[in-house]
């Protein structure tokens, strides 16, 4: 019995470093987040204010690469925060876990290594996303996002999708379709973040989990940058 009790101990004790570093992994890939977040809202020609203000949440994919096992595919790997309360209008919630994963999602910029942002434009959406795998352009309407100062010259395919998508790559900013590719909930991110199981949206409807400190500086942001939520109050009943 002492025997296998040592043998337990030491397995636990060598498995410490992996999990501690799978930690870490997940407190920098929010931060990166936050960060590239930042960056691509400092463009000046940058995702309109007036879109920012109608998202009901934002996922951010820093450093999405092209995968080796296929033309085209690709995976990354980020976060998602959303306007908090039954009808998305309060404060920005801890973030949830997210993976993207898509067959062709645009890489025409060479395969270099891509920063994605994505607008969820209205609760069915947001819940669908939430709730599972989504394959934008089919489960959910997506499309490039338009650029500037505000979205009034924006057509109405644009101001009717779920989603609408950017990227910056090689210091290059654009709106991008994304169409095809599937985002989802990442819950073994989530565990590793929140140091338990809890899933997407008990984190972010119920308020499940507290902010961590690697998601912070995304969370205060937001909250400074789009403290208040415009959309149509009809569209959040």
């Given at each position: 019995m002492k025997r296998l009790f040592s043998c337990l101990l030491a397995v636990a004790v060598l498995a410490l470093p992996v999990n501690a570093g799978e930690d870490k992994k997940e407190s920098e890939r929010l931060e990166n987040c936050g960060q590239v977040l930042k960056e691509i809202m400092d463009i000046p020609d940058n995702i309109p204010q007036d879109l920012i203000d109608q998202a009901e949440c934002i996922i951010v994919y820093p450093s999405v690469v092209k995968a080796a096992f296929g033309i085209g595919a690709s995976y990354g790997r980020g976060a998602m925060t959303c306007r908090t309360g039954e009808h998305f209008?309060?404060?920005?919630?801890?973030?949830?876990?997210?993976?993207?994963?898509?067959?062709?999602?645009?890489?025409?910029?060479?395969?270099?290594?891509?920063?994605?942002?994505?607008?969820?434009?209205?609760?069915?959406?947001?819940?669908?996303?939430?709730?599972?795998?989504?394959?934008?352009?089919?489960?959910?309407?997506?499309?490039?996002?338009?650029?500037?100062?505000?979205?009034?010259?924006?057509?109405?395919?644009?101001?009717?999708?779920?989603?609408?998508?950017?990227?910056?790559?090689?210091?290059?900013?654009?709106?991008?379709?994304?169409?095809?590719?599937t985002v989802r909930p990442d819950?073994?991110?989530?565990?590793?973040?929140?140091?338990?199981?809890?899933?997407?949206?008990?984190?972010?409807?119920?308020?499940?989990?507290?902010?961590?400190?690697?998601?912070?500086?995304?969370?205060?942001?937001?909250?400074?940058?789009?403290?208040?939520?415009?959309?149509?109050p009809k569209s959040l009943q």
């Open positions: 209008t309060g404060p920005w919630s801890a973030p949830t876990m997210m993976a993207l994963e898509g067959a062709s999602i645009g890489f025409q910029l060479g395969g270099q290594a891509t920063d994605f942002v994505l607008l969820v434009m209205n609760p069915r959406g947001a819940r669908a996303i939430l709730s599972s795998k989504v394959k934008l352009g089919a489960d959910a309407s997506a499309a490039a996002g338009p650029k500037g100062r505000n979205a009034e010259a924006a057509t109405d395919v644009t101001m009717r999708a779920e989603v609408l998508t950017y990227s910056r790559a090689r210091g290059l900013f654009a709106g991008i379709s994304l169409a095809g590719s819950n073994g991110a989530n565990e590793k973040v929140y140091g338990k199981k809890v899933g997407a949206k008990d984190i972010v409807f119920k308020g499940a989990v507290a902010v961590p400190a690697s998601a912070q500086a995304l969370v205060a942001y937001l909250n400074k940058k789009s403290p208040k939520n415009l959309s149509d």
